[in-house]
């Protein structure tokens, strides 16, 4: 099939998708949790360290060894949320699993530059996640991660989706730098492209939603799939699409909009409302994350 056809219906079915794809706002990593990833039991976790003031800077930096991460920003939340569960391996039962979860298996704390928060200094929220050698072989740990605001993020997981809705500030996302074994990413943020993103998976399609006010150098390659960048907003200059590789000049910006997978499509729309606009990911992560 020619790639012209090929990336027009690519593209017609991703228009498609919010109306016949989940509702507006679904979290779909939430649904495969709950439904299909033989959820074991919460882990609590505990937010230490001072908190940030009212109005600070605030970024994320979450590192999960084995596992889902979905980090959102919520307007709905006065403070963050962090939620662990454990997921059972595909070939484990329930007598087989630890009765009890080791203290540190998932921790959560604020670090803020020069000692005490203040409104004029940024705080990180650090949460890591290790299971030890009691659980099972393919056992991991799901988190989500719910901020009211989110000025930068770092995300490194292996062998799990990554899930990243309403973020701004710098992004960086690694995936199987481990294990070798990564996940899919899907990032989608209203707030328009001022500081550098980087998806990065060793394995997994990759999918991004980004706002028509931004400008960036997009640079996507793929080992194994295609790379695809489209958008009815803005110009594109210095365009070079390949089967595997994408390189183009969004609105003339220089911010760099890296993507690269070890193995999977990647595909980035530029939409109004990008946060809201539902991909055909959902549905199909119900079966696969």
Not at 14 to 36: E, K, M, N, Q, W
Not at 204 to 209: D, K, M, P, S, Y
């Amino acid at each position: 099939m020619p790639n012209r056809i090929r990336s027009s219906i690519t593209a017609a079915f991703l228009l498609l998708a919010p109306v016949s794809f989940g509702p507006i706002g679904c979290t779909h990593t939430d649904i495969a949790t709950t439904a299909f990833l033989r959820e074991q039991r919460p882990i609590p976790v505990e937010i230490t360290g001072d908190a940030p003031a009212l109005g600070a800077p605030v970024a994320v930096d979450v590192h999960n060894h084995m596992g889902s991460v979905i980090v959102e920003v919520d307007d709905r939340v006065d403070a963050p949320e962090v939620t662990a569960h454990l997921i059972r391996g595909k070939d484990s039962d329930n007598e087989s699993m630890p009765r009890e979860d080791a203290p540190g298996t998932v921790t959560a704390g604020y670090e803020t530059a020069g000692g005490n928060a203040s409104a004029l200094k940024a705080t990180t929220l650090r949460i890591a996640a290790r299971l030890d050698g009691a659980y099972p072989r393919g056992s991991s740990v799901a988190l989500h991660v719910r901020v009211p605001r989110c000025d930068g993020l770092s995300v490194t997981n292996n062998e799990g989706a990554v899930v990243i809705i309403g973020t701004k500030g710098a992004v960086t996302v690694q995936s199987g730098v481990e294990t070798g074994i990564g996940g899919r990413i899907e990032y989608r943020s209203s707030q328009p492209l001022r500081d550098p993103v980087a998806l990065i998976t060793a394995s997994g399609r990759i999918t991004a939603v980004i706002d028509p006010e931004g400008a960036g150098q997009i640079e996507l390659d793929t080992e194994e799939g295609q790379a695809f960048f489209g958008s009815q907003y803005g110009s594109l200059t210095e365009v070079r699409p390949g089967l595997r590789s994408y390189r183009g000049t969004w609105n003339g910006g220089k911010t760099p909009f890296v993507a690269r997978s070890g193995g999977g499509d990647i595909t980035v729309f530029v939409k109004p409302d990008a946060e809201q606009y539902s991909t055909a990911d959902d549905l199909m992560a119900v079966f696969r994350d």
